[in-house]
């Protein structure tokens, strides 16, 4: 059965809360209500998970399937991001989201990556 994207957050999320790693989902988007279009959440093209790391810096992921990329919007709020300090990073599997982290110094005790052991 072919992961979903649901999934992947859902795994990157229970991975941080492992780790220990104040995280949440931030759900956004737009819908059409008769002629009016609605958007609800935060910024437009925020993260799917924000969470704050331990040093205290914004931490925004952006959970994709392969052969998808992230939309101008999502490229703006991640560099936006980056521009004040923060960490913004793109998965496209749970394990990507370890290698992330690790490159910047969490995950040092080598715990192993999601959905490996």
Not at 3 to 13: D, H, P, S, W
Not at 87 to 99: H, Q, R
Request: with cysteine; proline share 5%; aromatic share 8%.
């Amino acid at each position: 059965m072919k992961a979903t994207e649901t999934q992947l957050v859902r795994a990157c999320l229970d991975y941080l809360a492992a780790r220990r790693i104040f995280a949440w989902r931030e759900n956004s988007g737009g819908m059409k209500r008769g002629k009016r279009f609605i958007r609800f959440g935060g910024v437009k093209g925020m993260a799917d998970i924000l969470g704050i790391l331990p040093d205290g810096r914004i931490l925004a992921i952006e959970c994709k399937m392969p052969g998808n990329g992230p939309s101008q919007d999502q490229l703006d709020f991640a560099a936006r991001v980056k521009a004040s300090n923060g960490v913004a990073l793109l998965v496209y599997k749970p394990e990507d989201l370890w290698t992330a982290l690790h490159s910047i110094g969490y995950c040092a005790d080598r715990s192993p990556a999601p959905g490996k052991g």
